[in-house]
């Protein structure tokens, strides 16, 4: 491979200064595209800021609602990193390894929140997914079948996806070195550079990781279908996948060559300027798609708010993916030497995971309290049995609904709020069976 040159087609008597101010080659032409750049991806930032702070400011499902603002973030960052990559189109490269990293955390957060939406354990999950043992599988596998009651078939999704978010920022990481090298070269497909093998592995992960997706939400839909799942599968779909494909398509069109160069910019460039315009105008379109599939107002309860910033610190934080990156390792091992798999607490933050702590330990001294009552002679039992749970009256049952529920919100907030110590030391002597039950894969 060192023995050979990666030719440099830029034209040395220009650069992006050059290029946006009239005087220079094409200016006017290249003013119209940075304005429209700039604009669409102003517009777009604006729109889904303002729908993540409505997030952070009624966060009140954080098991849901951290994925959906992970998930929205995703639009600005596409379209700003897209307008700097036209406006410095010779440092493009390392711009887009930012937008190529959050598009694998992207694709996690929409893989947990469709497993959140079909419940909140492991246990409910695989009960949820109902049907037919044997169903065929899509294009181009259909001579094959899967058996989506297995119970390894959500770690099978689960790693399917996980090793995109694995691969490609290391693609991506990988193609920063060898570029600083000169051992990328955009200029030429030859397998003497480095371009066309991680373009290889980067064909063969993201197409796993889709067949994985679309298969997964095939097999869930009609489960989900309360959360509307389709339109934001279509808006996470298209922006992600959308955008990788029609960078392949400029590429294998600038390849043909079909698209020329202009005064300045060589093949290479005039790929990168449309496809970062395009870019740029389809995420004011996305921005306002995900405005109703991602819609904060089903997540308002009226007189309660949170504060954003720490809404925004606990949805950010991106240890969860991180667990489930070294779990998903530790499983494989597990599964190829055919032992059980774990049971885990996947998705719960450390704030939550201790609300869900107390509100349990909260209902055994109200149950305890209320065994009380009956040994007192104040709500009549079932004789024998130290169970109250189908004796209580409805009254006094629908009041401890009530209180349960009531005191949860509260709790939750107060977690979020930073009126709660999280470290606090817990109640002792008390049940934690419930806690551990909602473990998720």
């Given at each position: 491979m060192s023995s050979h040159v990666c030719p440099d087609y830029d034209d040395p008597r220009t650069g992006p200064s050059d290029l946006l101010f009239p005087g220079g080659l094409n200016g006017k032409r290249h003013i119209i595209g940075w304005t429209i750049a700039g604009v669409c991806a102003l517009i777009s930032t604006l729109i889904s800021f303002r729908l993540i702070y409505k997030h952070a400011r009624n966060y009140t499902k954080p098991a849901e609602q951290r994925h959906i603002m992970r998930i929205v973030l995703m639009i600005p960052i596409y379209a700003v990193i897209s307008f700097l990559s036209y406006r410095f189109y010779r440092e493009a490269i390392y711009y887009e390894t930012i937008r190529d990293c959050y598009e694998a955390f992207v694709i996690y957060s929409f893989f947990i929140l469709l497993l959140t939406y079909l419940g909140d354990d492991v246990q409910t999950q695989r009960s949820k997914i109902t049907g037919s043992e044997k169903r065929q599988l899509m294009f181009p596998l259909s001579c094959l079948y899967y058996n989506p009651l297995h119970e390894n078939f959500l770690h099978w999704m689960k790693y399917g996806i996980l090793q995109y978010v694995v691969i490609k920022p290391l693609c991506t990481i990988a193609a920063v070195v060898l570029q600083y090298y000169g051992l990328y070269c955009e200029t030429e497909y030859s397998f003497h550079f480095g371009m066309v093998y991680i373009t290889i592995v980067n064909f063969i992960s993201v197409s796993v990781a889709l067949y994985c997706m679309v298969l997964f939400y095939q097999t869930i839909k009609l489960e989900i279908q309360d959360h509307s799942p389709l339109l934001k599968f279509m808006c996470v779909k298209m922006?992600?996948?959308?955008?990788?494909?029609?960078?392949?398509?400029?590429?294998?069109?600038?390849?043909?060559?079909?698209?020329?160069?202009?005064?300045?910019?060589?093949?290479?460039?005039?790929?990168?300027?449309?496809?970062?315009?395009?870019?740029c105008v389809e995420m004011v379109v996305f921005a306002i798609l995900h405005v109703y599939s991602f819609s904060y107002r089903p997540y308002v309860i009226v007189g309660r708010s949170t504060p954003a910033w720490r809404s925004l610190q606990d949805a950010f934080n991106p240890m969860d993916m991180?667990?489930?990156?070294?779990?998903?390792?530790?499983?494989?091992?597990?599964?190829?030497?055919?032992?059980?798999?774990?049971?885990?607490?996947?998705?719960?933050?450390?704030?939550?995971?201790?609300?869900h702590v107390i509100r349990v330990r909260r209902r055994d001294r109200f149950l305890k309290?209320?065994?009380?009552?009956?040994?007192?002679?104040?709500?009549?039992?079932?004789?024998?049995?130290?169970?109250?749970?189908?004796?209580?009256?409805p009254a006094v049952d629908a009041i401890y609904q009530s209180t349960l529920r009531d005191e949860a919100l509260a709790e939750e907030e107060r977690l979020l709020s930073g009126q709660l110590d999280a470290n606090a030391p817990l109640l002792q002597n008390t049940d934690d069976r419930d806690y551990h039950a909602t473990s998720r894969v």
């Open positions: 922006v992600v996948f959308f955008c990788y494909w029609q960078t392949c398509l400029l590429g294998m069109l600038g390849s043909a060559g079909l698209l020329k160069p202009e005064d300045g910019w060589t093949v290479i460039n005039v790929e990168l300027g449309i496809s970062s315009i395009l870019i991180v667990r489930e990156i070294m779990w998903a390792c530790s499983d494989t091992v597990l599964m190829i030497q055919h032992k059980p798999l774990p049971v885990r607490d996947g998705q719960l933050s450390s704030r939550l995971q201790r609300a309290g209320l065994r009380n009552a009956v040994q007192h002679g104040h709500v009549h039992g079932v004789p024998g049995s130290s169970d109250i749970a189908i004796a209580v009256d």
